[in-house]
Antibody, heavy 129, light 111 residues
Framework: QVQLQESGPGLVKPSQTLSLTCTVS??????????WSWIRQPAGKGLEWIGR???????IYNPSLNSRLSISIDTLKNQFSLELTSVTAADTAMYYC?????????????????????WGQGTLVTVSS | QSALTQPASVSGSPGQSITISCTGT?????????VSWYQQHPGKAPKVMIY???NRPSGVSHRFSGSKSGNTASLTISGLQADDEADYYC???????????FGTGTKVTVL
């Protein structure tokens, strides 16, 4: 069974860059059937889809974060990563990495559909000086 | 892309059935059979309970069922148990500028 594990600093200063890595085990990140995504959840609030990357490196980002966000993939290490620049207190949240299964649907706006199925346990990131 | 709308809270007694609604638009729930439901216990990661409107992953209890009518999807939990007390989120494929959107979340309380 696939497992995902987030890692990275739990505290980031305002205006700096938040960097997280997700390590995938129990399956290859190079599988063409899946996308790999990041989802966040501020304390006591709902889930926000951040973005995803394919095994070939194709990305889709949430437009609300698009200018600050970068997601990359390292197939040799079976990892994918998130970088969010110029963070503020509003970026404080639990960050989850997830596997997204490819769906048989396509949108001209966002490409092939995908749905999160397996999630990491999450890592709490606090933005504070 | 706005979040799908769920009731903030739903409650029921042990053994009863409850239903959680998830209302979207013709750009998501209304046009596609790609709705998932997630259960999240406090301090834990979400776990998929239903996918593609009404399918249960292996290992998920038959007490959980999903359906859809128009722009609204629903999750029904029958034979409510104490361990069902959690937050529940729906999610759907959307043809807008992100491929996936979550619901606002519903807190289920077992009385």
């Amino acid at each position: 069974q696939v497992q995902l594990q987030e890692s990275g600093p739990g505290l980031v200063k305002p205006s700096q860059t938040l960097s997280l890595t997700c390590t995938v085990s129990g399956g290859s990140i190079s599988s063409g059937h899946y996308f790999w995504s990041w989802i966040r959840q501020p304390a006591g609030k709902g889930l926000e889809w951040i973005g995803r990357i394919s095994s070939s490196g194709s990305t889709i980002y949430n437009p609300s974060l698009n200018s600050r966000l970068s997601i990359s993939i390292d197939t040799l290490k079976n990892q994918f990563s998130l970088e969010l620049t110029s963070v503020t207190a509003a970026d404080t949240a639990m960050y989850y990495c997830a596997r997204e299964v490819m769906l048989a649907v396509y949108s001209s706006s966002s490409g092939v559909g995908s749905a999160p199925d397996y999630w990491g346990q999450g890592t709490l990131v606090t933005v504070s000086s | 892309q706005s979040a799908l709308t769920q009731p903030a809270s739903v409650s029921g007694s042990p053994g009863q059935s409850i239903t959680i609604s998830c209302t979207g638009t013709s750009s998501d729930v209304g046009s596609y059979n790609y709705v998932s439901w997630y259960q999240q216990h406090p301090g834990k990661a979400p776990k998929v309970m239903i996918y593609e409107v009404s399918n249960r992953p292996s290992g998920v209890s038959h007490r959980f069922s999903g359906s859809k009518s128009g722009n609204t999807a629903s999750l029904t939990i029958s034979g409510l148990q104490a361990d069902d007390e959690a937050d529940y989120y729906c999610g759907s494929f959307t043809s807008s500028n992100t491929p996936w959107v979550f619901g606002t979340g519903t807190k289920v309380t077992v009385l």
